[in-house]
């Protein structure tokens, strides 16, 4: 089993910055692939980017390529999500995902463990 504790967001002005992180635990949590998704009001949720287990592997949805960057250090057990020149179509909750791979997928079928989200909004 595994725990996801996401923190990091808030409020910020268009082109702003936030780094988003997520703590994972348990026994084997850095032996998996790791994923941020958000939901905006409204719609359903959706990838922003993919790590795989040893870093060496990321994924990003288009929106975000080259704004967003997901990092990982599994000797703190911790992903990141640092999030550049936001727009308030990023506005969003952001959730921390743990799969059951040690890849880097994209979509939601492999990632079993989630965290409970956490508000980004972005004013412009």
């Known amino acids: 089993q595994v725990q996801l504790v996401e923190s990091g967001g808030g409020l910020v002005q268009t082109g702003g910055s936030l780094r988003l992180s997520c703590a994972a635990s348990?026994?084997?949590?850095?032996?998996?692939?790791m994923g941020w998704f958000r939901q905006a009001p409204g719609k359903s949720r959706v990838f922003v980017a993919a790590i795989s287990w040893g870093g060496g592997s990321t994924s990003y949805a288009d929106s975000v390529k080259g704004r967003f960057t997901i990092s990982r250090d599994n000797a703190k057990n911790t992903v990141y999500l640092q999030m550049n020149s936001l727009k308030p179509e990023d506005t969003a909750v952001y959730y921390c995902?743990?799969?059951?791979?040690?890849?880097?997928?994209?979509?939601?079928?492999?990632?079993?463990?989630w965290g409970q989200g956490t508000q980004v909004t972005v004013s412009s």
């Open positions: 348990g026994r084997t949590a850095s032996s998996y692939g």
């Open positions: 995902a743990g799969a059951v791979v040690a890849g880097a997928p994209t979509s939601q079928g492999p990632y079993r463990y």
